[in-house]
């Protein structure tokens, strides 16, 4: 089993930037892929980013391509997004996910965060 605590939300004015971690408990995260999704107010939940196991390996949704990066620190089991350039359309709960499969879909992800809320202001 794995444990997944998210942090790093708050309110930020668009253009600015967060950083979310995602810290794990359990058996240890670096045997798995990990990855970010949001779910903004009356949408479903959407993917966001991914990385592999060894963190040589990271995919994006075209959404966050040059603004969102996502990266790992397995000594830590902790994994991050540092998100620049801050959208109101951002504003989402953002959850960690990890699994043994590495892609876009929830399926693939078997353990999840109970999520942070990113909330950007225009």
């Known amino acids: 089993q794995v444990q997944l605590v998210e942090s790093g939300g708050g309110l930020v004015q668009a253009g600015g930037s967060l950083r979310l971690s995602c810290a794990a408990s359990?058996?240890?995260?670096?045997?798995?892929?990990m990855a970010w999704f949001r779910q903004a107010p009356g949408k479903e939940r959407e993917f966001v980013a991914a990385i592999t196991l060894s963190g040589h390996n990271t995919y994006n949704v075209d959404s966050v391509k040059g603004r969102f990066t996502i990266s790992r620190d397995n000594t830590k089991n902790t994994g991050y997004l540092q998100m620049n350039s801050l959208k109101p359309e951002d504003t989402a709960v953002y959850y960690c996910?990890?699994?043994?499969?590495?892609?876009?879909?929830?399926?693939?992800?078997?353990?999840w965060g109970q999520g942070t809320q990113v909330t950007v202001s225009s």
């Open positions: 996910a990890s699994g043994v499969r590495f892609g876009s879909l929830e399926q693939m992800y078997d353990y």
């Open positions: 359990g058996r240890t995260v670096s045997s798995y892929a």
